[in-house]
């Protein structure tokens, strides 16, 4: 089966996550289908990190594998897997002093031919993603000066720079503010409406519900629940999840989840 084939889809067969000592996940099957936006929801700890990174083919999972469109991640060069799967971690690290314009441009590597450097272009997109993230004006700022909500949109243009097919974001609206939240919330919504792939960790099991097509539920003890949003994502649901009692509020446009 070539990579073209089955529009690019990322799937799940009988996946099992492990980390010493425990089974966070048996046998899921799940495929993350372009043009949907799927919300992990768990615990600390229940596997969230991990699965990502099992998806962006990172680490090696205990059973089954993860392919993308019908071929297993490890079959891929990795060039072009990184054309195609972009992840966002959950801890954004400057190993080399730079500006912001220059941390932004790493995410065009994938695109680039070996030893070839950025060009006017590059430098566009670049602009526009931290343009996108509200960085506009902070080009030439040292990554070393921003303040923790700066570098995590950083990070967030970096990725969108790599424009890959297939989004994997670890906890992307971690230690911004409600503006900024909304705003990361909604242009991966919208790039998830124009036909990418969004998969994204979150703790907000009412933004979930607001922005997400399906979710996924991890319990950390190998269970889940995978389906459409609005069915896997209910009181109970999610008051078990967080072993916490919840009610559901809703209001015209929408619904969200506090404790009782």
């Known amino acids: 089966m070539s990579p073209a084939d089955d529009g690019g889809r990322l ?3 009988d996946l099992g996550v492990r980390v010493p000592g425990r089974e966070l996940l048996c046998g899921l099957d799940a495929a993350f289908r372009p043009g949907t936006m799927v919300a992990v929801l768990g615990r600390n700890g229940a596997g969230k990190s991990s699965l990502l990174h099992v998806l962006a083919g990172l680490a090696l999972p205990a059973t089954g594998d993860v392919r993308l469109g019908g071929m297993r991640l490890a079959d891929w060069p990795r ?7 972009g992840l966002l971690a959950q801890a954004s690290e400057d190993p080399f002093p730079g ?3 220059q941390a932004t441009l790493v995410g065009r ?18 602009l526009e993603c931290l343009a996108a993230m509200d960085l506009a004006g902070l080009e030439a700022r040292d ?8 570098r995590r949109r950083l990070a967030i243009a970096t990725v969108l720079a790599q424009d890959p097919r297939t989004f994997l974001l ?25 036909g990418r792939s969004v998969v994204m960790s979150l703790h907000d099991a ?11 539920l ?36 929408g619904r969200t989840f506090v404790p009782a």
């Not at 060039?79 to 799967?85: N, S, T």
């Not at 971690?174 to 790039?191: E, K």
């Open 79 to 85: 060039r072009d897997l990184a054309r195609r799967i």
């Open 143 to 150: 990554v070393t000066t921003l303040s923790g909500g700066e």
């Open 218 to 253: 991890l319990y950390g003890d190998g269970r889940w629940s995978f389906g459409p949003a609005r069915q896997v994502l209910d009181e109970a649901s999610v008051g078990g999840l967080y072993g916490i009692a919840v009610r559901e509020l809703r209001w015209s446009e």
């Open 99 to 101: 500006t912001a314009l």
């Open 206 to 216: 009412g933004l979930a519900a607001r922005f997400a097509d399906e979710a996924l």
């Open 109 to 126: 590597h994938p695109h680039l031919d070996f030893w070839q450097w950025e060009g006017a272009a590059d430098r566009a997109v670049a």
């Open 11 to 13: 799937e799940c067969r």
């Open 170 to 194: 670890d906890e992307p609206i971690q230690q911004l503010d409600p503006l900024h939240q909304l705003g990361v919330l909604r242009r991966f919504r919208a790039l998830a409406d124009a």
